[in-house]
């Protein structure tokens, strides 16, 4: 199947789509992004999507490319040309181009959008949070906004990285403090011993993870606590239980860190149920036009 992806306006096969070579988000990382899934042939929240994408841009003082109601359009228009219906879709923006100069001023061009979307097998997904996934530690050295979601992903690059040269499927960055801050692509949950359900607060420090805000509505319907704190890596180590939450990976259960075996090595409870119960509070708009 041919694959297709938006550009500048532009519907065009994936080989043939470009951006300019002095593009911003080529040279500075001067970008954001957001990536939603679909499931079902639905757009899983993507108000909160859009929402966060629009705080993005107001941090870095992007100007908004287009309406809500042509991204609601560019979005539908291309999910029904790559005819996906379980899979994600990415949107992304960079403040445009311009002959290269630290300075916003140097920008000669419109902000540039790009829009793409790919297949996801449903059951692959399903197949890993039946086993649960293995993370390592990596010391977090990402700059200090990272509630924006930009491109500048680097130093979580590395320690995904690394993560899968161990077998891993995710790296938890840990600060300067020794506590865990986020996953390089997701946010980190533990449940202690206790019974206690912890993730960290969101700061300056972590991105407020669309996904993790969803889990927060499905733990307010379900009547269960959770304590917003940072955790250290022996803690999570020790914990009963540990997950991470992203829009690729729902609530996917973690069974080892580093070399600790997490609980009795198989996904727990808590973690298995948040997952089931996901799609039935998460907002979820029919995709098709």
């Known amino acids: 199947m041919n694959r297709y992806i938006y550009v500048n306006g532009r519907y065009q096969h994936y080989i043939d789509a470009t951006i300019h070579a002095e593009d911003r988000g080529f040279q500075f990382g001067d970008a954001v992004y957001e990536v939603c899934e679909i499931h079902d042939g639905r757009i899983i929240d993507e108000s909160r999507h859009m929402a966060r994408l629009a705080r993005s841009l107001g941090e870095l003082e992007i100007p908004e490319p287009m309406t809500a109601r042509a991204w609601h359009r560019v979005l539908r228009e291309t999910i029904r040309r790559n005819r996906v219906r379980n899979g994600i879709v990415y949107l992304q923006v960079s403040r445009g181009a311009g002959p290269r100069d630290f300075l916003f001023s140097g920008v000669k061009t419109a902000p540039t959008v790009v829009c793409l979307a790919r297949a996801v097998s449903p059951e692959k997904q399903a197949r890993a949070a039946d086993q649960g996934i ?15 979601k930009t491109v500048m992903l680097l130093p979580a690059s590395l320690a995904k990285q ?67 704190r940072a ?11 540990a997950f991470i939450t992203s829009a690729t990976n729902l609530v996917m259960p973690v069974v080892r860190i580093d070399e600790t075996t997490i609980g009795d090595g198989r996904p727990g409870p808590h973690a298995t149920r948040l997952r089931a119960l996901f799609h039935q509070v998460a907002e979820a708009v029919p995709a098709a036009q």
């Open 134 to 148: 293995a993370v390592i530690t990596h010391p977090d050295m990402r700059w200090g906004r990272c509630d924006i």
């Open 162 to 228: 690394k993560a899968s040269k161990t077998g891993a499927q995710e790296a938890w960055l840990v600060d300067g403090e020794g506590c865990v801050t986020e996953g390089g692509s997701s946010n980190a949950w533990i449940i202690t011993a206790k019974g206690e359900l912890v993730t960290r607060p969101t700061d300056q420090a972590i991105l407020k993870g669309v996904t993790r805000t969803t889990l927060v509505d499905v733990l307010s319907r379900e009547g269960l606590t959770l304590t917003e």
């Open 231 to 241: 955790f250290t890596v022996a803690e999570a180590k020790n914990a009963a239980e």
